[in-house]
């Protein structure tokens, strides 16, 4: 089970911060979003190594990370546009070896929270 938090409203260059937390443990975590009308994509992903995986829509601006002790995974998202409108669903893996943003390749989603950029 994920649990997804940190659901808000901001203005164009603000940030906010979405943190997961699973109730076991998980190799691979990430963060994809969908906004209305489009597919959902995948946004930002990190392993137990903490490799790291960016859309190239936002790197530069989101980080992720990922605490193992805790099973949490954050994404610190900056310099917010419009168009990071989108429900963000926190997605995790527990096997080792995927692609990163195949959403097929992850078993486990949280309910999604909805952020807006104004």
């Known amino acids: 089970q994920l649990v997804e938090s940190g659901e808000g409203s901001v203005q164009a260059g603000g940030s906010l911060t979405l943190s997961c937390v699973a109730s076991?443990?998980?190799?691979?975590m990430a963060w994809f979003r969908q906004a209305p009308g489009k597919e959902r994509e995948g946004v930002a992903a990190?392993?137990?190594?903490?490799?790291?995986s960016y859309a190239d829509s936002v790197k530069g601006r989101f980080t992720i990370s990922k605490d193992n002790a805790k099973n949490t995974v954050d994404l610190e998202m900056n310099s917010l546009k419009p168009e990071d409108t989108a429900m963000y669903y926190c997605?995790?893996?527990?096997?080792?070896?995927?692609?990163?943003?195949?959403?097929?390749?992850?078993?486990?989603w949280g309910q999604g929270t909805h952020d807006t950029v104004s």
């Open positions: 076991g443990s998980t190799y691979t």
């Open positions: 990190i392993d137990s190594e903490r490799r790291t």
């Open positions: 997605s995790a893996d527990q096997r080792r070896y995927g692609t990163w943003f195949q959403a097929s390749r992850y078993n486990y």
